[in-house]
């Protein structure tokens, strides 16, 4: 029986903020309009319903390059993410998978089907008052509905939900899919290269490991996205283990603000020039 089909009665009902680089300078807000970017490069690994800093780096390219090829990290952001518990806490979503070590992103499978139940009881008894919960309910059923056999394929699916939530039209490109070589700056650089793409885009994690003579041989800018969640969003709550606040999944701005959670995105999304490319 899919979840879909099952009684309400029986249904069991992304990291932390990090602050801007202090190296960088701010360069225009991501919140300004602009025509989508085809010359930015954005790769990132796939994330189980992703918080608003993902988003953050998609807010006006065409397309994002999906790291399936790279390793499979074990408590990482790729098979869980908050969202929202009761009385201001946060509540930890995990999909359960089978994995082999050193095994790469798209070789992924699920474990078993228990856990589909579990979210949707999860989302439904989070979410279920929530003013855009109807809006989205359809959607959301028809992805936990389904019997998935790999982790990306569910990952995917739930990141076009949030993209379309959000009004991004971004396309997703496999990097599996292309015939790139090398590792960390020297697989950026030729994605670059098969792209088109004269920029690169990164999170603050990611200039901790790139190559910046690398870059500037290549003739490529780097631009560090960051995201700050507008004070009044509410998009954060308590981890019951560690007292700290943590960022929710996207998704609980979606479901409150519906088409206003696209403005609370942009509201809280910049974009930095890297001094290592850029002095």
């Not at 690994?45 to 999906?66: E, H, I, N």
């Not at 292309?178 to 030729?190: E, I």
């Not at 996205?225 to 998704?251: C, D, F, W």
């Amino acid at each position: 029986m899919a979840v879909s089909d099952l009684p309400v009665s029986d249904l069991p009902v992304s990291g932390p903020p990090v602050p801007s680089p202090a190296a960088a300078a701010p360069t225009a807000s991501a919140a300004l309009a602009a025509p989508a970017r085809s010359d930015v490069l954005v790769a990132h690994q796939p994330a189980f319903l992703p918080w608003m800093g993902y988003l953050s780096r998609l807010t006006d390219v065409t397309r994002l390059v999906v790291l399936d090829q790279v390793q499979f990290t074990k408590g990482g952001w790729q098979n869980r993410n908050y969202i929202r518990g009761p009385h201001g806490s946060a509540h930890l979503l995990t999909v359960p998978v089978r994995h082999d070590f050193g095994q790469s992103l798209r070789q992924v499978h699920l474990a078993q089907d228990a856990w589909r139940a579990r979210h949707w009881r999860a989302l439904t008894e989070r979410y279920g008052r929530a003013p855009y919960w109807p809006d989205w309910r359809d959607r959301l059923q028809e992805v936990y509905a389904r019997r998935w056999e790999y982790l990306i394929d569910i990952d995917e699916a739930l990141l076009r939900l949030l993209l379309d939530g959000f009004g991004l039209p971004v396309t997703l490109v496999r990097a599996s899919t292309l015939p790139v070589a090398g590792r960390k700056t020297a697989l950026l650089t030729d994605l670059c290269r098969q792209t088109g793409a004269r920029v690169l885009r990164v999170g603050t994690g990611g200039t901790s490991y790139l190559d910046a003579a690398l870059l500037k041989g290549a003739g490529i800018r780097v631009e560090v996205a960051t995201y700050q969640p507008p004070p009044t969003s509410g998009g954060s709550a308590i981890n019951p283990r560690t007292g700290r606040a943590v960022p929710l999944s996207a998704l609980d701005a979606l479901l409150h603000h519906g088409p206003g959670a696209r403005d609370l995105l942009l509201s809280g999304a910049r974009l930095h020039t890297w001094p290592e490319v850029h002095p």
